[in-house]
Structure formats: structure tokens, C-alpha cells
């Protein structure tokens, strides 16, 4: 199983970042899929995930109104659209899949399949 992130870079306070997160080596339409990040000396934090259809997301209080995330299943692909960037937005980013979507939101416990992370910085 692997799952790639990207779409990560620098940004300006106010600006957008698209993350993609490609998967392959699972029955990717069975799966949950969610977004995960971790900042400098902070643990790690679940921030959104998507129901195997997508009919059911979650996002955290944090980035709720901001950050929007969807799949393409036919593509085994997850993005997270994020909007109105902020200074406290800045970490890695990692996209995470588990059957269950209970994992996903809260992480745990921990999903069963992590990507590898892409850095977002916002600053100016």
C-alpha cells in the first residue's frame, strides 16, 4: 500500500494550497481517507476525512470553513482544498486511509495507512 502526498509549498498568509494524496495497493473505494498534520513541537493533528463514498466528511474545529476535502475514487485520489491559509497552518501535512472513518477523525486508534507527508509553510 502506498500513499503519495503532494502539493505542499510556501504561502502568503490568505492564500490557497491544493494537497493531493494518490493511492494505490488498496481497495481504495472501500476506505476512508483523511488528512492529518503535525506542527514543530506539537502533536499530531486530525484535521478532515471522507466516508469510503464520500458521502460523510469531518473537519476539525480548527480549519472548518477554510478547508474543504474530497476524493475521486475512480482516480484512488484525495484532496484537501485550503483556503484563507493562517501562520498556524504551517506543518506537514500527511494523508491517511482505514476502513473505519472513526480512525480518521479523531486517529484513534491510528489509521492503517499513512503517506509521507508534504511540508506547507505560510508566511510572509
Known amino acids: 500500500v502506498q500513499l503519495q502526498a503532494s502539493g505542499g509549498g510556501l504561502v502568503q498568509p490568505g492564500g490557497s494550497l491544493r494537497l493531493s494524496c494518490a493511492a494505490s495497493?488498496?481497495?481504495?473505494?472501500?476506505?476512508?481517507t483523511g488528512w492529518f498534520r503535525q506542527a514543530p513541537g506539537k502533536e499530531r493533528e486530525a484535521i478532515s476525512s471522507?466516508?469510503?463514498?464520500?458521502?460523510?466528511?469531518h473537519y476539525a474545529d480548527s480549519v472548518k470553513g477554510r478547508f474543504t476535502i474530497s476524493r475521486d475514487n475512480a482516480g484512488n485520489m484525495v484532496y484537501l482544498e485550503m483556503n484563507s491559509l493562517k501562520p498556524d497552518d504551517t506543518a506537514v501535512y500527511y494523508c491517511?486511509?482505514?476502513?473505519?472513518?472513526?480512525?480518521?477523525?479523531?486517529?484513534?486508534?491510528?489509521?492503517?495507512?499513512w503517506g509521507q507527508g508534504t511540508q506547507v509553510t505560510v508566511s510572509s
Open positions: 491517511a486511509a482505514d476502513p473505519s472513518l472513526s480512525s480518521l477523525i479523531d486517529g484513534t486508534p491510528p489509521p492503517s495507512y
Open positions: 495497493g488498496l481497495a481504495f473505494s472501500y476506505y476512508a
Open positions: 471522507i466516508s469510503p463514498g464520500g458521502s460523510r466528511t
